[in-house]
């Protein structure tokens, strides 16, 4: 079993950074593979970024890359994902999630979940 709790988000204006964290509890943290996903209003969860296990090799959504940066610190449980250059389009409920699998990009893959943590862009 694995726990997650995300944190860090919040209202910011265009243009700004954010940087949120998700800190896993209840098991070997270096063993899975961490994505982040989003879900605006109105829409369907979609993914956002992913690291795996021991935080060599990333991947993400061509709407974030060059833009966003997901890293992973194995020593504190902790994934993270910094914002930078934020658009309106970037709104949404933001979760981390955790898989066994060693590539994922999508949500029925993953088999853990946090509450989700919120980030809101004003234009």
């Known amino acids: 079993q694995l726990q997650l709790v995300e944190s860090g988000g919040g209202l910011v204006q265009t243009g700004d950074s954010l940087r949120l964290s998700c800190t896993a509890s209840?098991?070997?943290?270096?063993?899975?593979?961490m994505g982040w996903f989003r879900q605006a209003p109105g829409k369907e969860r979609e993914f956002v970024a992913l690291i795996v296990r021991a935080g060599s090799y990333t991947d993400y959504a061509a709407s974030v890359k060059g833009r966003f940066a997901i890293s992973k610190d194995n020593s504190k449980n902790t994934v993270y994902l910094q914002m930078n250059r934020l658009k309106p389009e970037d709104t949404a409920v933001y979760y981390c999630?955790?898989?066994?699998?060693?590539?994922?990009?999508?949500?029925?893959?993953?088999?853990?979940w946090g509450q989700g943590t919120r980030v809101t862009v004003s234009s």
């Open positions: 209840g098991s070997t943290f270096d063993t899975f593979t």
């Open positions: 999630a955790a898989t066994s699998n060693y590539y994922a990009v999508y949500e029925a893959w993953y088999n853990y």
